[in-house]
């Protein structure tokens, strides 16, 4: 009876959440020195890649001695949502490390897939006269999460929750499905055994029903395990949680410390609002100082035809003030 129940799972899961293939679910590496089209593909395919060599050991090291002092001002972890009190955060983060504002955020493979899958161009009618115009990619929200031994595991979940977003089961991705698109750039190495995300490569194209993920909780579930360097790309509607990191180590300079932080950062399209409020998070005179993609992502440039601009104008201009 138990090889029966196992197989009407498989045929189930096969027929109900397959995209067609037979392959065991994966996620695909790919050097960050390969055409875009091939990290399009795979996000369209899985809901997520990893990017080799996206940066190297000592540009983490910067951006962890740029959060050092953030994190150290906490006694203990956060306790909202999904976060279980264990968890120490950086808030506000690219406005308390430039590495990770210009040198992950920024990045031109991400920004060049947020442009891809976020970005919006709708044409309309003025009288008799079509108009085409531009919405841009905003950013959601940046935050550093620095997670110790007896974490447990999150449940699995949609990003997108937060944004109501609603999914219809689909065989094969269409573009303008997703509203969010998130990077997570690990500052160590991350394996199974310190709480690896759990993700489920494919669940991007499920509709909203109740997800089986077998009795175990593990079917169709992939740990993405990553060297230090790596990094992992991910849609919103894509079904993860934090691993379970039950235990040390014992591993890295100073074992008693021990701990898995990685940075994450999220954008929408520009016609969602963004999960971190901006315009209070980050005072206009550091603004000044940020790159001109970070400050258009940041909500500094109207997202046309008319929304968030100031005095009728896109509010730029106050940046050159």
């Known amino acids: ?21 037979s392959e065991p679910p994966s996620v695909k590496r790919i050097s960050r020195s390969a ?24 540009t983490l090291k910067q951006s962890m001695d740029e959060v050092k002092p953030w994190l150290e001002k906490q006694d203990t972890g956060a306790k ?18 430039e590495t990770v504002r210009e040198k992950f955020f920024a990045d031109p493979l991400y920004q060049d897939l947020c442009e891809h899958f976020l970005g919006l161009e709708t044409t309309h009618w003025y009288g008799p006269d079509p108009l085409t115009t531009t919405s841009h990619p905003l ?26 977003a609603r999914h219809s089961k689909a065989k094969s991705y269409e573009k303008g499905r997703d509203l969010l698109l998130g990077l997570f750039v690990p500052a160590c190495n991350t394996m199974k055994a310190n ?3 759990r993700i489920v490569p494919g669940s991007h194209l499920w509709g909203d029903e109740m997800p089986d993920f077998g009795p ?7 740990d993405a395990e990553m060297q230090m360097g790596e990094a992992f790309i ?4 894509l079904y993860h949680g934090g691993g379970a990191y ?12 021990e701990r898995r932080t990685v940075h994450a950062m999220f954008s929408c399209t520009g016609v969602h609002r963004q999960e971190e409020i901006s315009f209070l998070s980050y005072p206009i005179e550091e603004v000044k100082t940020y790159s001109k993609i970070v400050q258009e992502r940041l909500g500094w440039k109207q997202s046309e035809p008319n929304l968030g601009w100031v005095d009728l104008k896109s509010p730029e201009f106050m940046l050159a003030t």
């Open 1 to 21: 009876m138990g090889d029966f129940v196992a197989q009407a799972r498989k045929l189930a899961w096969d027929s109900d959440k397959s995209t067609g293939t």
């Open 35 to 58: 055409p875009l089209s091939q990290f399009i593909e795979a996000l369209e395919k899985d809901g997520c890649v990893i990017i080799k060599d996206f940066t190297d050991v000592a």
């Open 80 to 97: 909202v949502g999904a976060l279980q009190g264990k968890t120490r955060t950086v808030v506000r983060l690219i406005g308390r490390s």
């Open 139 to 164: 950013l959601s929200i940046s935050i550093t999460f620095d997670i110790p031994p007896g974490t447990p595991a999150q449940g699995l979940h949609r990003d997108d929750k937060n944004h109501h």
């Open 195 to 197: 709480g690896a995300t």
């Open 216 to 222: 175990d909780g593990n079917e169709g579930v992939v």
């Open 234 to 237: 991910m849609l919103g509607s």
């Open 246 to 257: 039950e235990k040390p180590l014992g591993t890295g300079e100073d074992a008693s410390n």
